[in-house]
């Protein structure tokens, strides 16, 4: 190909007289990441599946068609651009008002495509609980007087007092929950959303955009988890011992 996967874009941004800072708004990518993209400074970019999605969404603001720049990005890539499920459009641009609602769709699907695969390794990897040994029974000469009421109600009420997280979204967001017995969610939430689980113990998230959601862990706020658009993998709340939080 005569151009680079940079130089093609430039040129036709150029050519439909669009700044760089108005696809930035129009897809939400971080302007640095536009500036890596029209350098050719693959180094700059996040993964090949979030870097490719970057690409579907500065095609679709230009108004053609992802296949010609991403056949750029795999000539420039080589081997380390590594394939992820093609997302189309399911209706063209009309208008460059209806523009960046329909590209940051977009990208939050890629987004979600990708960290797919990594919701489905975790599934396994559920925390450990683990069981206290049974004490040794006392011997037969000796009466065991029976708890007291109090004594087991409380044992009750401890055992059932599951850990209870809520999540509100300001922003389309992308979230995966998983619980210690097992159980995922899998969704992409809609600016205005509220969602809540439960869990005997603790949760497990990955989030694709951390600042479009706030958390609240049994009845408490949360700490603001991170910028639009980070992403946050293998978050664990409460957090363990050792483990950092955002």
């Not at 990897?125 to 009466?143: E, F, G, H, L």
């Not at 113990?201 to 408490?220: M, P, Q, Y």
């Amino acid at each position: 190909m005569a151009q680079s996967l940079g130089a093609y874009f430039r040129e036709l941004r150029l050519v439909r007289g669009v700044s760089l800072d108005e696809v930035a708004r129009a897809t939400r990518v971080s302007q640095r990441y536009l500036e890596a993209l029209e350098a050719d400074r693959l180094d700059d970019l996040p993964a090949p599946v979030f870097t490719k999605g970057f690409i579907r969404a500065y095609a679709q603001v230009l108004r053609e068609p992802p296949d010609e720049a991403l056949a750029r990005y795999r000539e420039l890539a080589g081997d380390s651009a590594v394939e992820a499920p093609p997302v189309t459009a399911t209706r063209s641009f009309e208008s460059r008002g209806r523009g960046p609602a329909l590209v940051s769709l977009a990208l939050l699907i890629g987004l979600g495509a990708g960290l797919f695969g990594l919701t489905l390794s975790l599934k396994n990897r559920t925390p450990k609980i683990s069981v206290p040994a049974q004490p040794s029974p006392p011997p037969a000469q000796a009466p065991v007087a029976p708890p007291s009421p109090s004594a087991e109600n409380a044992v009750n009420v401890v055992e059932a007092s599951p850990a209870r997280l809520v999540a509100r979204t300001n922003e389309p967001t992308w979230i995966s929950v998983q619980t210690d017995d097992g159980r995922i969610v899998q969704e992409l939430l809609p600016a205005g959303a509220t969602r809540e689980w439960t869990s005997p113990k603790r949760f497990l998230l990955t989030i694709g955009n951390a600042g479009g959601v706030s958390l609240e862990l049994n009845g408490r706020p949360l700490p603001p988890l991170g910028a639009r658009g980070a992403v946050i993998r293998q978050l664990v709340i409460p957090a363990e011992p050792g483990i950092p939080t955002p």
